[in-house]
């Protein structure tokens, strides 16, 4: 069983376009967590959620809304997707929020904005 | 402003031999550093990690030194193997306070073990 999966692991996509990415983790964690990594490699955190609130949100454009049904799941919304939206969108869930956690990551949804 | 530094984007190193690992931080208030491995099209999986309270943890063939002074750690493998050929993410936090977990990661070396 995988502990962190995302669905899709690839999407191909116009501009303009609203799209979302989907995460569930079987850990039975407290907090989840998206990343993008861009074309520099860089992984960067955009979100988290412990226990379905919202913790964390760095300067990500409102486009993307995460939602978070249940502390199991963690989803990506991104509406109007642009060119710049193109990366690799990692999910990850730890045991509760806060430092001095190991995050355990999703294997990553690739996405091109043509 | 880069937080985590890995100024080698990539090593190479006989199978058998040490791997080193450099990473660089200059935020002071990190006080958790972890290590991650990425293959590719996978997810980085953890490898190992270290409190500011320490300044060595080893983990099988895996050991990372700290060294706050120099805001300097580094990843050692011995013996390297071919299937440690992966990127090698560090990473930082904040154990107490801060912004709830959030990991700070450094860019990422590519290491390649030759048999």
């Known amino acids: 069983d995988t502990a962190v999966s995302q669905t899709p692991k690839y999407l191909v996509t116009q501009m303009g376009n609203d799209k979302s990415i989907k995460c569930e983790q079987n850990?039975?964690?407290?907090?989840m967590y998206w990343y993008k990594q861009d074309s520099k490699k860089f992984l960067k955190i955009m979100f988290s959620?412990?226990?379905?609130?919202?913790?964390i949100n760095e300067t990500v454009p409102n486009r993307f809304s995460p939602k978070s049904p249940d502390k199991a799941h963690l989803n990506l919304h991104i509406n109007s997707l642009e060119l710049g939206d193109s990366a690799v969108y990692f999910c990850?869930?730890?045991?509760?929020?806060?430092?001095?956690?190991?995050?355990?990551f999703g294997a990553g949804t690739r996405l091109s904005v043509l | 402003d880069q937080q985590v530094k890995q100024n080698s984007p990539s090593l190479s190193v006989q199978e058998g031999r040490i791997s080193i690992l450099n990473c660089d931080y200059t935020?002071?208030?990190?006080?958790?550093f972890l290590w991650y491995k990425k293959y590719p099209a996978e997810g980085p999986t953890f490898l190992i990690s270290i409190s500011s309270i320490k300044d060595k943890n080893e983990d099988g063939r895996f050991t990372v030194f700290l060294n706050k002074s120099a805001k300097h750690l580094s990843l050692h493998i011995v013996p390297s193997q071919p299937g440690d050929s992966a990127v090698y993410f560090c990473?930082?936090?904040?154990?107490?306070?801060?912004?709830?977990?959030?990991?700070?990661f450094g860019k990422g070396t590519k290491l390649s073990v030759k048999p």
């Open positions: 990850a869930s730890s045991p509760t929020a806060g430092g001095g956690n190991i995050q355990y």
């Open positions: 959620y412990n226990n379905k609130e919202l913790i």
């Open positions: 935020n002071s208030m990190f006080d958790y």
């Open positions: 990473a930082a936090s904040r154990y107490y306070g801060g912004s709830q977990g959030n990991l700070i």
């Open positions: 850990l039975g964690h407290d907090t």
